[in-house]
Each structure stands twice: as structure tokens, then as C-alpha cells.
């Protein structure tokens, strides 16, 4: 092994380089855990009859950041993107279906209500309004028992999960907003016929 000696006038202001960086990296860091420490999302799946219910929840997802965002009149969307996989050991997990649930609020200020929509793939499922901050909450953060897949596409006595990857716009560019650049999670189940 060759080895090659660098004048110390030369590894101090490398060493003190690295240094500095590693340093400023530490509170980025920290931000983007803590961040994704306080969002965390459940998700449970049930098999009823020939549908996939599919519920999950996103835990302190109306940060302080969103309920100001939305308090100002900024129409705010959290979106979901429900998958349905099949496990495969020893290969990737085999894709069965998927779905985008948006599910969005904005503030009127002159009529002091909350314009709530839910969107499923494109479509139209709900809208409403509120004055409640709490249902408001509900209703961005928690989806109950919602028929998204067919049990035709699945095979008896399999392993199966459903992944739910969450964003939130408007982004605007921080790191603490609500979950960063996304945050996901899964549930599993066996399909028994």
C-alpha cells in the first residue's frame, strides 16, 4: 500500500473544512428528524366481502405551519397514494393496484368557513363546509374504511400489504413542512378464502 504524506499547511484547512460542513449539517439533520417523528402514519387494511377497505391516519399532520397556511386562505392539499402489493420473496413485491386520494381545505374568510374537498383518482367523492377546526382536521389527516380495491385481483392465502406515501402542497420549500418531502407507511394482510 502506497501512502502519501500531505504538508500539515495543506490537511488543516481540509480537516478544518470538513469540519465546518459536518457541523452545519447537524441542525438540517435534526430539523428533518424531529419533523418526521411528529407526522406518523397508521394504515390498516380489511378484507369485507369482494372490497379492500383501506384506513389510515396521519398523526399530527396539522402542524402549526398548515393551520396557519389554511387560516390565511392558501388552499392546502395533503394527498395520498394508496398501493396494493402482492409480497414476492426473493423478487420485487408485485404491484395489484393504485389509487391518489387528495383530500384539500380552504378558508373563506368572508363567509368564516372551511371549503373541504376529497378527490379519488380525479373524481369527486365529497365536498363540504365547516366551521369546525376539528373536523377540519379529521378530515385532512384520517380516511375510515374506504373501498379501493377488489378482492378478484388477489389470490388465496397470500401475503399482501398496502403502502400509503403522503405529500402536502403548497410545499413552500421548507423542511419542516408538514413531512418534508414525503412520509409513508403499510399495513399487511392475508387474503383467505
Same mark, same amino acid.
Given at each position: =500500500?502506497?501512502? +502519501?504524506? &500531505?504538508?500539515?499547511?495543506?490537511?488543516?484547512?481540509?480537516? #478544518?473544512? &470538513?469540519l465546518f460542513v459536518a457541523l452545519c449539517a447537524i441542525p438540517f439533520l435534526t430539523a428533518t428528524a424531529f419533523a418526521? #417523528?411528529? *407526522?406518523?402514519? /397508521?394504515? *390498516?387494511? +380489511?378484507?369485507?366481502?369482494?372490497? $379492500?377497505? $383501506?384506513?389510515?391516519?396521519?398523526?399530527?399532520?396539522?402542524?402549526? @405551519?398548515?393551520?396557519?397556511?389554511?387560516?390565511?386562505?392558501?388552499?392546502?392539499?395533503?394527498?395520498?397514494?394508496?398501493?396494493? &402489493? =402482492?409480497?414476492?420473496?426473493?423478487?420485487?413485491?408485485?404491484?395489484?393496484?393504485?389509487?391518489? +386520494?387528495?383530500?384539500? $381545505?380552504?378558508?373563506?374568510?368572508?363567509?368564516? *368557513?372551511?371549503? =373541504?374537498? &376529497? /378527490? +379519488?383518482?380525479?373524481?369527486?367523492? @365529497? %365536498?363540504?363546509?365547516?366551521?369546525?377546526?376539528? @373536523?377540519? /382536521?379529521?378530515? =385532512?389527516?384520517?380516511?375510515?374504511?374506504?373501498?379501493?380495491?377488489?378482492? %378478484?385481483?388477489? @389470490?388465496?392465502?397470500?401475503?399482501?400489504?398496502?403502502? $400509503?406515501? #403522503?405529500?402536502?402542497?403548497?410545499?413552500?420549500?421548507? !423542511?419542516?413542512?408538514?413531512?418534508?418531502?414525503?412520509?409513508? #407507511?403499510?399495513?399487511?394482510?392475508?387474503? !383467505?378464502?
Open positions: =500500500m502506497c501512502y +502519501i504524506q &500531505l504538508p500539515n499547511c495543506v490537511m488543516r484547512p481540509v480537516f #478544518a473544512r &470538513l418526521q #417523528a411528529q *407526522q406518523t402514519l /397508521r394504515v *390498516q387494511p +380489511i378484507v369485507r366481502g369482494d372490497q $379492500v377497505l $383501506v384506513s389510515f391516519e396521519l398523526a399530527n399532520g396539522l402542524t402549526d @405551519e398548515v393551520r396557519a397556511a389554511i387560516q390565511s386562505g392558501l388552499k392546502t392539499t395533503f394527498t395520498y397514494t394508496v398501493e396494493l &402489493l =402482492m409480497e414476492v420473496p426473493v423478487w420485487r413485491d408485485r404491484p395489484l393496484g393504485a389509487a391518489v +386520494i387528495n383530500s384539500s $381545505v380552504e378558508y373563506d374568510n368572508l363567509r368564516r *368557513q372551511y371549503l =373541504m374537498g &376529497l /378527490r +379519488i383518482d380525479g373524481r369527486t367523492e @365529497e %365536498s363540504r363546509s365547516t366551521t369546525d377546526v376539528s @373536523e377540519v /382536521r379529521q378530515w =385532512m389527516t384520517t380516511i375510515k374504511q374506504f373501498p379501493l380495491f377488489r378482492t %378478484s385481483v388477489l @389470490e388465496a392465502n397470500r401475503e399482501y400489504y398496502v403502502r $400509503v406515501s #403522503a405529500t402536502a402542497r403548497p410545499s413552500n420549500g421548507s !423542511i419542516l413542512w408538514p413531512f418534508g418531502s414525503g412520509t409513508s #407507511a403499510q399495513g399487511k394482510f392475508t387474503f !383467505i378464502r
